[in-house]
């Protein structure tokens, strides 16, 4: 191998061929880039700062000529405003300027020798600085008092190869003597420093770029270098370990917010949302993007939109804790509720960074709430409409046991009053026993007592239990029963009990003269009864719950018999109990419903004739004072006329609105004591219509019914009644009462009183 000759530049360097003149090489090709690098950023640099300076330098000037020249143009002086623009004579690097007015005219100018004027006119009168290839041009507004007079334009000097030129000279200077000092050091430097560092950054490299942080710095012989790598391992180490740490911690944190029902978020202290829980985002179905862009907002209810847009604005601005339920339109279309709350998040110096809450399903909260609502009000009602059901059998009750109590009653009096109280009774056991019965089916205490029956058995029973209110109600009522021999093995008492509760509702809820029918069918080895009638009908939002305890189809006070919402309920638990099912249906309010039972029998072909019930005959029914009592419980209505006959009042009674309408025409009572329930209407709708007539606006309205809760009271009153009586009401307090009005009526200072003056209950509004 051919050795250097000493001093030459090929012993300093090295050979081309070798490792050392090839590393020798690069480190000069780069610190030569380096170094030219260097120079251009510094000349741009330079360059930069010297057009920045410049423009802000003209700007300046431009600022200084709008304040000289603002009163010059105020007061139209062109002669002061010329003077003051020739000033720029002195600022070398200025060629030409102008003043112009508003409207773009120019009013004063200054062109420096060989300069080009300028424009006579300025169409663009935006403020602003431009920079071309050779000049800079500055436009800038003229103000006094915040009025806009006009503007300010320069044009100056930007003569950048001149200052290039010069800076190239320094700069060539400094990169010869640069590189001679280089070509003394890269021997050197080149063992000690080259080779470590580019070890530790392809180290560096690996774990950036390859995501690869097993990587570490290798053992460097060179004392500095080796505590460099052995710190570098160790903040990789650490930095491991804590990189564990978060993943461990977010993972923790990620799955307590995911059991939450709906995750948590987080926001910036300017109220962006930048994190939701995946279970939030899949229930609206929107990315994290598209949430934190507020795209939240359309999927808000209409309803609250504003009102929750304004309170978390507020909540920004006053750094206070989130609390707000609202309904977001979910992925599924519908709207769910979300309880949203959080909490500030505050640096070391106490200012909010953001907030963080968490996102709560109260969907079946709010679901309990509204089912607690429910049953509350079902409650309420159930228990005034058994207080009314009680009052109903009591009153007439009472009033019997008045007659019996009088003297000079013959035999068929009192045996009238008997009957009155007996089958008054037996109504009441009716009601309790059904209270009962509900009460073991829910218990779980009913015990069916199953044997062999026939259909036509089970039917009969129940007709002959509910034919008396469908007689009594005038409706046609039809039977249905197939021409097989039917045997069930069901409790006959029971199952009777249900269909005979069905026709019975079907009685109540059609008005009189409607259409009744019981169909039995067997199809397939179960037997099939469908209780048809033309009455009130179901609307469909109540049919869903029509078998639950205490649900009213109708408000029971519209009507005569409202009952106590039991009845559906009790018949769908028997017929559970028989392994059968019930569903009701029908087309609406006035167009009549179906109940359907559904058992499993066994059908055998025999003749066996339908029943055919006889052809209903509609029931029918004298002086100090004239009293019309009108109730649709012709026991309570015939029992008070004969407490009120046997004081010796003339006493007429009508079991109807309407009737009591047309009777009160052609008697024109004193006193008229009416019912509420009524088949037909109901009482106040009566009161009204009493009141409207010539007849009616003097007398004694009396309201006599088994709803005696506060507002009824108050209804009462607002209808025309003068009083206000809860079932069953003191005969002795009626009478006293009807003759205190008589007595009244027939003292000229009576006379004077006014119907409606005042509606209480004597009786204390028994509840």
Not at 714 to 731: I, N, Q, Y
Request: net charge negative.
């Amino acid at each position: 191998m051919k050795r250097s000759s000493p001093g030459t530049l090929e012993s300093l360097i090295g050979s081309a061929t070798s490792l050392r003149g090839r590393l020798t090489i690069i480190i000069l090709v780069t610190i030569a880039g380096a170094l030219l690098t260097m120079t251009v950023a510094l000349l741009y640099r330079d360059l930069s700062d010297y057009r920045t300076s410049l423009t802000a330098d003209i700007h300046t000037e431009a600022g200084i000529m709008a304040l000289l020249a603002a009163n010059a143009i105020a007061f139209d002086d062109q002669r002061v405003a010329a003077r003051n623009i020739s000033a720029l004579r002195e600022k070398s690097a200025v060629l030409s300027a102008g003043l112009y007015r508003t409207d773009g005219n120019l009013y004063a100018s200054f062109v420096r020798e060989g300069a080009a004027p300028p424009p006579a006119r300025l169409t663009d009168l935006t403020p602003g600085v431009q920079v071309a290839r050779n000049h800079v041009q500055v436009v800038r507004e003229i103000e006094q008092n915040d009025e806009l007079l006009g503007v300010v334009y320069l044009i100056a000097t930007y003569d950048v190869w001149a200052r290039v030129n010069a800076y190239l000279g320094i700069l060539g200077t400094i990169l010869l003597l640069s590189m001679g000092v280089a070509l003394v050091l890269a021997g050197s430097l080149r063992r000690t420093i080259i080779a470590p560092v580019e070890e530790l950054a392809a180290v560096a490299d690996d774990i950036v770029t390859r995501r690869d942080p097993g990587r570490r710095a290798p053992h460097i012989p060179v004392e500095e270098f080796s505590v460099v790598a052995r710190a570098f391992n160790s903040v990789l180490d650490e930095s491991e370990q804590r990189t564990r740490a978060l993943r461990q911690s977010e993972r923790l944190y990620r799955a307590i917010g995911e059991s939450i029902d709906y995750g948590v978020w987080v926001s910036d202290a300017g109220g962006r949302n930048v994190y939701a829980s995946d279970s939030f985002l899949r229930l609206l179905g929107i990315t994290q993007t598209q949430y934190s862009d507020t795209g939240w907002r359309d999927l808000l209810h209409p309803d609250e939109v504003e009102g929750t847009a304004a309170a978390w604005r507020d909540c920004i601005r006053s750094g206070d804790f989130w609390y707000r339920e609202h309904r977001f339109r979910g992925a599924d279309g519908a709207y769910h509720p979300i309880l949203s709350q959080g909490v500030p998040m505050r640096d070391d110096e106490g200012r909010v960074s953001g907030w963080a809450g968490i996102n709560l399903d109260v969907s079946r909260m709010k679901k309990t709430e509204d089912a607690l609502r429910e049953a509350d009000r079902r409650k309420d009602d159930f228990l005034a409409t058994l207080a009314h059901e009680l009052r109903n059998p009591l009153a007439p009750i009472r009033h019997a046991a008045k007659l019996l109590g009088l003297k000079g009653m013959d035999a068929a009096q009192s045996q009238a009053a008997r009957d009155i109280i007996s089958r008054q009774v037996t109504r009441m056991a009716l009601l309790l026993d059904d209270l009962l019965e509900v009460s073991r089916i829910t218990r779980g205490r009913l015990e069916l007592r199953k044997s062999r029956t026939t259909l036509a058995e089970l039917v009969k029973a129940a007709v002959e239990t509910s034919r008396p209110l469908i007689d009594a109600k005038g409706h046609e009522f039809v039977v249905d029963v197939p021409d097989v021999a039917v045997e069930m093995e069901v409790d006959a008492l029971r199952l009777s009990q249900a269909l005979s509760n069905l026709l019975t509702n079907a009685a109540k809820y059609t008005d009189p003269g409607g259409r009744v029918v019981l169909e039995a069918q067997c199809v397939e080895g179960a037997v099939a009864f469908t209780v048809t009638d033309t009455g009130i009908g179901v609307g469909a939002s109540a049919l869903p719950t029509i078998f639950d305890m205490f649900s009213q189809v109708d408000s029971a006070i519209d009507r005569s018999e409202g009952g106590l919402g039991i009845g559906l309920a009790l018949v769908k638990g028997l017929v559970l109990l028989h392994g059968g099912t019930v569903e009701a249906a029908s087309d609406g309010p006035g167009k009549g419903s179906t109940f359907t039972i559904r058992l499993p029998a066994e059908c055998q072909r025999q003749s066996s004739g339908p029943l055919t019930p006889p052809v209903p005959a509609p029931p029918h029914s004298s002086p100090r004072g004239r009293i019309l009592v009108v109730d649709d419980n012709r026991d309570a209505a015939s029992s008070l006329a004969m407490v009120l006959g046997s004081a010796g009042h003339a006493v007429q009674i009508a079991h109807t609105g309407e009737e009591a309408l047309t009777a009160g025409l052609a008697m024109e009572p004193d006193v008229v004591l009416l019912d509420i329930g009524l088949p037909d209407i109901n009482g106040y709708d009566v009161a009204r219509r009493v009141r409207h007539n010539a007849w009616g606006r003097g007398v004694l309205l009396v309201a006599l019914t088994g709803w005696g809760q506060k507002e009824d009271v108050e209804r009462a009153h607002s209808a025309g009644f003068d009083l206000h009586l809860t079932k069953p009401a003191d005969p002795e307090r009626i009478e006293r009462l009807v003759e205190e009005f008589l007595v009244a009526r027939r003292d000229p200072a009576g006379a004077q009183r006014q119907s409606g003056d005042r509606c209480e209950d004597p009786a204390g509004m028994e509840n």
